[in-house]
Nanobody, 115 residues
Framework: QVQLVESGGGLVQPGGSLRLSCAASGSIVLFSAMGWYRQVPGKRRELVAIITSRGNTNYADSVKGRFTISRDNAKNTMYLQMTSLKPEDTAVYYC?????????WGQGTQVTVSS
């Protein structure tokens, strides 16, 4: 059973930065892809960024140039570096990992961008 634990969320002012972490219970090299999603109340969960096992990345248009996804296989951890944060980035951010045909999710971490 794969467990994913997010951390690093919090309250930040517009223009600020945060780094989210997603720690996996096992080796992340087994995952074909890992990603970050976010969700606000009343809306569908949306993809923020994804990184494959080969290190290829893809971003939502709304975060391109501001967010960077990365993974440290030695630490079994994935990261999301968020800069130039905007109020519209406020959401619960979820970590996702794909192993075979199964999706695994973390419990989510709240990011609030407000002055």
């Amino acid at each position: 059973q794969v467990q994913l634990v997010e951390s690093g969320g919090g309250l930040v002012q517009p223009g600020g930065s945060l780094r989210l972490s997603c720690a996996a219970s096992g080796s992340i090299v087994l995952f074909s892809a890992m990603g970050w999603y976010r969700q606000v109340p009343g809306k569908r969960r949306e993809l923020v960024a994804i990184i494959t096992s080969r290190g290829n990345t893809n971003y939502a248009d709304s975060v391109k140039g501001r967010f960077t996804i990365s993974r440290d296989n030695a630490k079994n951890t994935m990261y999301l570096q968020m800069t130039s944060l905007k109020p519209e980035d406020t959401a619960v951010y979820y970590c996702n990992a794909i192993l075979g045909f199964t999706d695994y999710w973390g419990q989510g971490t709240q990011v609030t961008v407000s002055s």
